[in-house]
């Protein structure tokens, strides 16, 4: 693409934004859909065609969200963090996963947390768990400090996390490999293969805009 055709494309919808991720929601469809949750509704938006997918209206809200594949369900979902609860939809808004967990589910991140070449599904909440789902069932949790505020994929079953008191550090499986907390809060966390050496780093961001 030239840089003289080059567009910034807006999109509003007139409602307060609470998360964003985007993925293949249609395997037969080449380009990623947008997801927009909003406090009580999921918004999917093809960006490349410019238009509206579907608008679902979710009861216990929009909290977090996350794009990737339940293992005893065909088709890719995007799974909707909400109060007490996770709900994932297919490409026609359709309810295809459903289960509970408690409090609010803040972050949500796929991975390979049992290293079976299937995702499980990591959510972190406000009652300072991080729970592990395959399918509908929690096969572990981990108890912190304070509340979940991301989860970041780095590797099969390693990922990162960050609380709520700026607490931030990584787990493999079952076992923390460490943790921090600087002077400036930590506010964000992704995972990156920043050096381009085929190995994801965990980025994290601070307060002070420090990367």
């Known amino acids: 693409m030239h840089e003289d055709s080059r567009e910034i494309r807006y999109l509003n919808t007139n409602k307060e934004l609470t998360a964003l991720c985007s993925g293949q929601l249609d395997p037969n469809r080449i380009n990623e859909v947008l997801m927009i949750g909003s406090k009580t509704a999921l918004h999917a938006y093809d960006v490349e065609n410019n238009s509206?997918?579907?608008d679902r209206e979710v009861s216990d809200g929009v909290i977090s969200l996350a794009f990737g594949n339940i293992s005893t369900i065909e088709m890719p979902l995007v799974v909707v963090g909400?109060?007490?609860s996770i709900t994932g939809f297919d490409k026609d808004a359709e309810e295809k996963f459903w289960t509970v967990t408690g409090d609010n589910a803040r972050a949500l991140e796929f991975l390979d947390w049992d290293e079976d070449g299937e995702d499980e599904l990591a959510v972190g909440s406000d009652d300072f768990a991080v729970r592990v789902f395959k399918q509908e069932e929690l096969?572990?949790?981990i108890n912190e400090s304070s509340k979940i505020l991301s989860l970041a994929n780095i590797r099969r079953n390693v990922f990162g996390y960050l609380l709520s008191n700026?607490?931030?550090g990584v787990y493999y499986s079952r076992k923390r490999l460490w943790q921090k907390k600087n002077k400036e809060k930590a506010t964000a966390i992704v995972g990156v293969d920043f050096d381009l050496d085929g190995q994801m780093e965990?980025?994290?961001g601070f307060s002070n805009?420090?990367?």
């Open 139 to 141: 096969i572990f949790d």
């Open 209 to 211: 805009g420090l990367v």
């Open 202 to 204: 965990l980025i994290t």
């Open 166 to 168: 700026g607490t931030y």
């Open 52 to 54: 509206d997918l579907f």
């Open 82 to 84: 909400g109060n007490c």
